[in-house]
């Protein structure tokens, strides 16, 4: 079956714009987590979703930054008035459900660019 | 705090020989899991192989073999018969029982020499 996918795949934008990403995860994965990759690091979590139960915001870095998902379907990550230390690579991942036992399956990564 | 931790940016291998990646972590829980991650020039993560903390035998997938050394928090990966596609950065990564984040150390280039 299909993968993670993730739209776009490179997004530039201006300092102060508001962008959208969007994920799409495995068909019947209730578990969805995004992470941001800086250049030459490795990834820092941002928020996960587990069906319809609250999502875990605890790695959002500001309010600027916020993400949605409805049911077990798409889920998208908006950042506010985008700075540049915003440019990073944000990668998508599902699981077939929460736990560590549960293989993450990541989408190819949408590459942000603020100018 | 749970930490991960690798500590070479970049290793180098001669193709059909044997490398060995570090990563050394840190949790207060029992129950975790590990994991390496390998990321080619597409960005697509991909998982090489996992182990879980109660299990004492070292988990191998082919050429992909773990020394997991609980008492030491140590959890290294050995690439057996190195090959060109094996060039990647490569990401140690940890999962605790009660936190479903992964945590992720910052990575080690593998470049493999033909």
């Known amino acids: 079956g299909a993968g993670v996918s993730q739209s776009p795949s490179n997004k530039v934008t201006e300092k102060g714009k508001d962008v959208e990403l969007r994920c799409d995860p495995i068909?019947?994965?209730?578990?969805l987590y995004w992470y941001r990759q800086r250049l030459g690091q490795g990834l820092e979590f941002l928020i996960y979703?587990?069906?319809?139960?609250?999502?875990?915001k605890s790695g959002l870095p500001s309010d600027r930054f916020s993400a949605e998902r409805t049911g077990e379907s798409v889920s998208t990550l908006t950042i506010q008035r985008t700075q540049q230390e915003d440019s990073a690579v944000y990668l998508c991942?599902?699981?077939?459900?929460?736990?560590?036992?549960?293989?993450?399956?990541f989408g190819p990564g949408t590459r942000l660019t603020v100018t | 705090a749970q930490t991960v931790t690798q500590s070479q940016p970049e290793m180098s291998v001669q193709e059909a020989e044997t490398v060995t990646l570090s990563c050394t972590y840190d949790?207060?829980?029992?129950?975790?899991?590990l994991f390496w991650y390998k990321q080619p020039p597409s960005r697509q993560m991909i998982l090489v192989i996992r182990?879980?903390?109660?299990k004492q035998q070292n988990a191998t997938e082919n050429r992909f073999s773990v020394n997991f050394q609980k008492a030491a928090k140590s959890f290294s990966l050995k690439i057996s018969d190195s090959q060109l596609g094996d060039a990647a950065m490569y990401f140690c990564?940890?999962?605790?029982?009660?936190?479903?984040?992964?945590?992720w150390g910052a990575g080690t280039k593998l470049i493999i020499k033909p």
């Open positions: 182990q879980e903390a109660y």
């Open positions: 979703f587990q069906g319809n139960s609250a999502p875990d």
């Open positions: 068909s019947g994965h209730t578990a």
């Open positions: 949790t207060s829980e029992s129950d975790y899991y």
């Open positions: 991942a599902s699981s077939s459900t929460l736990g560590g036992a549960y293989e993450q399956y």
């Open positions: 990564a940890l999962s605790e029982d009660s936190n479903y984040q992964l945590i």
